[in-house]
């Protein structure tokens, strides 16, 4: 595991702290069990050495014969023996180490346990009441004490390098746990701000790591989502700048070509000006999703005169018409139409109507740009004299690329997206549009009904 600006890696981190925690632990466990293994053995020692004693107290003869015999009854342990008798008088190895009160207890009839001296060393001793009166008294090195001792504290000396080797390793396994989840979501991150999409983290660990997770998971979500849509938008307005280019061009080559002349040039001049600043208005669209303004259509909302607007959409659409020897015709009522929308979205919408229709209608066909008013609001239709619309066709018509894809090798196909991007304006636009097979004219059908200004509801009076 790497490390990142000359930090110590997490698993580093954890082993070190749960080893440290463990050796404290382990310390102060050791420090208290040195010290309590000292009295315990000390009180071993005493209550054996207590046992033997009440043993001897009980059988006269057996520590009458010991002490004449002056024997010693444990070997190695050294313990030595003392009778206070009834009158007072203490015989035995040990008689130097009973005291005064150790001797008045004894005769007291109570039981004796203490520490004295005896040549020199400190003894344990205990004493017990005889039955008779007085008493009997052992006594046993202290040494002894502290070899019980020595052989407990190195019984313990194991377990405890088990017990910190054992908090080691599940420090150990704690920070594999713990790290590899982040680990994960690290390079998860770094794939993220590298690029990469569609990739998730496992929701392993702790439930904050597991909530890291999730939160990266759901980034990937709502960049992946951001990113198609910018994505959509631009290659919508990629597709839709071409058609006032293909216009501006053709009038273009008509005035280089001199096929425009005279009386002619002004209105050319006006077209090929009107396209420009359509070009303008994309390009103003991509300048806003470059400043991350926004990731759809921008919306100037304004009173439009859907009349005027259709009058100059036929200009343009017409020359286009007539160098594909198709027929153009327009449908208008010539005289004001008004709504509150954005006139520069209704343009877009039927020039990608309109570019949709004359790429599948054959020479000799007609294409038909038509307005009616309706009710509070407006009906722009587009009809063409191609091959039309099944109604397998129409359900799918404005999926993005499905048409491109049922019929790519069988007719004119264009990159799949301006009937999805009508359809998106449509909405934007707070209308509606419907595709029909069966036109008067023999093909394709689209119905666009817009209100009298987004948003507002209204009941369409004309039954298209």
Same mark, same amino acid.
């Given at each position: ?34 010290? +309590?293994?000292?009295?315990? &053995?000390? %009180?071993?020692?005493?209550?054996? #050495?207590? @046992?033997?004693?009440?043993?001897? /107290? *009980? $059988? ?104 910190? +080797?054992?908090?080691?390793? &599940?420090? %150990?396994?704690?920070?594999?746990? #713990?790290? @590899?989840?982040?680990?994960?979501? /690290? *390079? $998860? ?276």
């Amino acid at each position: 595991m790497s490390t990142v600006d000359g930090r110590g890696s997490l698993t580093r981190s954890i082993v070190l702290l749960t080893s440290a925690v463990a050796a404290v632990a382990v310390l102060l466990t050791g420090l208290f069990a040195w010290q +309590t293994i000292r009295t315990n &053995a000390e %009180a071993q020692e005493r209550d054996q #050495l207590s @046992r033997q004693a009440e043993v001897l /107290a *009980r $059988t006269p003869p057996l520590a009458s014969w010991m002490l004449d015999r002056q024997q010693r009854i444990a070997g190695p342990e050294d313990i030595k023996l003392a009778i206070v008798r009834p009158s007072g008088e203490i015989d035995g190895p040990a008689a130097v180490a009973v005291d005064a009160a150790s001797r008045e207890a004894l005769l007291a009839g109570d039981s004796v346990s203490t520490t004295a001296r005896l040549d020199g060393d400190d003894v344990l001793l205990e004493g017990a009441p005889t039955l008779v009166g007085g008493g009997l008294v052992l006594t046993q090195p202290m040494g002894a004490v502290d070899q019980a001792t020595n052989r407990m504290r190195g019984s313990l000396v194991l377990p405890l390098i088990l017990g910190l +080797t054992g908090a080691a390793l &599940a420090g %150990a396994l704690l920070a594999r746990r #713990l790290a @590899r989840p982040l680990v994960t979501a /690290a *390079r $998860t991150a770094h794939r993220l701000s590298e690029g990469a999409r569609g990739v998730t983290v496992p929701a392993e660990g702790p439930a904050e790591v597991a909530e890291l997770a999730g939160a990266l998971n759901t980034l990937d979500t709502a960049l992946t989502h951001s990113e198609n849509r910018q994505r959509d938008f631009l290659l919508s307005v990629s597709h839709e700048i071409r058609t006032p280019l293909t216009t501006a061009r053709g009038y273009a080559e008509a005035l280089a070509d001199e096929v425009i002349t005279g009386e002619e040039v002004p209105e050319a001049g006006r077209i090929l000006r009107t396209e420009i600043e359509r070009l303008e208005h994309f390009v103003g669209d991509l300048l806003a999703l470059a400043r991350l303004e926004a990731d759809d259509f921008r919306l100037d909302i304004v009173e439009v005169d859907l009349d005027a607007l259709v009058a100059e959409t036929a200009t343009a659409w017409s020359a286009r018409c007539a160098r594909h020897e198709v027929d153009f015709r327009v449908e208008r009522p010539e005289r004001p139409v008004l709504i509150t929308t954005d006139g520069f979205r209704v343009r877009q919408l039927l020039d990608g109507l309109a570019e949709n229709a004359l790429r599948v209608t054959p020479a000799g066909q007609p294409v038909v740009l038509a307005l009616r008013a309706d009710g509070p609001g407006a009906l722009l239709e587009v009809r063409d004299g191609g091959p039309g619309l099944t109604d397998d066709d129409i359900e799918v018509a404005f999926v993005r690329g499905a048409l491109t894809d049922r019929y790519r090798g069988v007719r004119p196909v264009g990159s799949g997206l301006g009937l999805a991007i009508a359809h998106r304006l449509a909405g934007r636009l707070g209308g509606t549009i419907t595709a029909r097979g069966g036109a008067p004219e023999g093909g394709a059908w689209f119905i666009v009904r817009l209100p009298p200004y987004p948003g507002a509801p209204y009941t369409p009076l004309t039954n298209a």
